[in-house]
């Protein structure tokens, strides 16, 4: 999967080269430096949908919250391609940087200040990681990983297998489970409560 990518705001020093007049969209000094056509309406939509008192925020915290919304967005694509192995073997996401000051699909502005998703990528694309997918009415829980061989000697790896702690009604099960190199593998389904919202199930938090 290749070149897919969610915009946000750069940092408060990029938006001033753009211009230091207060944001506007109608404003032609930042719809100068917007790309896309729908940009500015997609990710006002964007946060709205995840979080609905965006409308209410300044210009400065609502520039932040695009990157948070930014952030969570690609790490759940990033997410879905990993556990999707072997159909989806890998990642490209859109973009590292900018070449001017912009409002972008960008990790680093121009200024190369770190956007949030910058700061989460390498959690993203840890050689070993827990993840948890909302699909349909459950929550699916997946353990992925991408180590082949042994930093130090270079030898391939086993199997890696871990002793994992499942919360039930009662009791507390133990499962044994065999993951192969370069694989992602289901752990648990859990039903979502009819009551709960999505994006509320997805911060949803399993201990191992």
């Excluded at 938006?15 to 006002?44: C, T, V």
């Excluded at 590292?96 to 990528?121: G, H, I, M, R, T």
Aim: with cysteine; charged share 20%.
């Amino acid at each position: 999967m290749s070149e897919f990518g969610v915009q946000s705001f750069p940092s408060d020093e990029v938006m001033l080269m753009i211009s230091k007049q207060p944001f506007s969209e109608s404003d032609s000094s930042f719809m100068n430096h917007q790309r896309h056509p729908r940009g500015f309406r997609l990710m006002r939509d964007y946060a709205k949908r995840w979080y609905p008192f965006a409308s209410e925020l300044d210009n400065r915290k609502f520039a932040y919250l695009t990157q948070a919304v930014q952030a969570e967005g690609m790490l759940n694509a990033i997410n879905h391609h990993r556990v999707s192995q072997p159909y989806c073997m890998g990642t490209l996401f859109w973009q590292l940087n900018d070449v001017w000051p912009s409002f972008s699909w960008s990790a680093l502005d121009y200024a190369q200040n770190e956007k949030l998703l910058f700061k989460l990528l390498p959690e993203a694309y840890a050689p070993q990681t827990v993840t948890a997918i909302i699909n349909r009415d459950s929550l699916e829980v997946y353990w992925i990983s991408d180590k082949v061989c042994d930093r130090d000697s270079a030898k391939l790896l086993p199997p890696f297998t871990c002793v994992i702690a499942l919360p039930t009604d009662s009791l507390i099960k133990t499962l044994l489970i065999a993951l192969p190199v370069i694989s992602s593998i289901w752990i648990r389904g859990t039903p979502l409560a009819i009551n709960v919202a999505p994006v509320r199930a997805k911060r949803a938090m399993y201990i191992f």
